[in-house]
């Protein structure tokens, strides 16, 4: 079965054709992030109008370059949520147009579910059930996931994402946009104990974190140094700083395969990338015999194959859309599926 899928949900444009939710026959990525970049962020309006812009091309290069056309195409499925809502409705009004005009099943699929689902095309013995640790630019979460589609929250951040705040601090360093990857290069380095910086506790639930006062305690110190007229160590902070997100994410996570018994953990998501928190992961889980899966680089951050390797699940349970279907903003991982 051949999905045609669609994700536009932040600065990625993205169309691939996936097959049977396992087998990538081509994922096109157009990537706003330069325009984005003179302005330290993406900037929504302009995400819009470059989705609408490369889409229609970005969709007759993937059937071409799958060598493919649309009669082979069984269904189509698009990012509904959650995102720029202008940039999210740009691929759900596409994904509509081509279900449509080809008479084809609709299928909306929740863009973090996607992110796991990436580890499903990098992994194909991985099946549910098993433990990821979802972190992105806007998410941070620990995801039981017990089956393809039913999946419970243990804890997440209470605040800011882990992804969130290395783009912070990045920017704040002077690294383009978006800062984690440059920030973990940097890290890479440097001395991770020259900088003392917190590691929160948050709330009751052990498996809920809390990055801002993480987030804050940097700033606070690239601003002191700035004021005093200081010479940072640039490497050391930012290993410094990678080493406290990873010691926020890591023993949680450890905890929580605990917890679940699960023998598998998968890592998901843009930040799934950093080389401090995978190594970690890795020397945790070794500990408990727990088998690691980390997907490679290209499949950690946004792309539309995760969103084609979901969605033969979400077909398989029957989650549907119609031509009523609108993009959302926000939504549960776990929320009804419209
Ligand atoms: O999953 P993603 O592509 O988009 C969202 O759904 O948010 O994640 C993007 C995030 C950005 O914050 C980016 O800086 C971060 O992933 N990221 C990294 C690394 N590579 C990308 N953060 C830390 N280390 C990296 N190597
Ligand atoms: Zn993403």
Redesign the pocket.
Known sequence: MNILAVES??DETAVAVVSNGRRVLTDCIASQVDLHRIYGGVVPEIASRKHIEAIYALADQALEKAGITRNDIDAVAVTYAPGLIGAVLVGVNFAKAAAFAMNKPLIPVH?MRG?IAANYLAFPELEPPFLCLVV????TMLVDVQDYTKMEILGGTLDDAA??C??KV?RLLGMPY????A??KAAQLGDDTKYPLPRAKAGENPYDMSFSGLKTATINLIHHAEQVGEELDVNSLCASFSAAVSDTLVPRTMQALRQTGYDKLAVA???A???RIRKDILSAAERTGAKVYLPPLSL???NAAMIGAQAYYEFLSGNFADMSLNAYATKSILGEML
Do not use: Q
């Open positions: 949900s932040c863009h992110h992105s630019g806007g998410h992804g969130e290395f783009d990045g978006p800062g984690g990857a920030l973990d998501g843009g930040v990338a950093n080389s950690c951050g946004d």
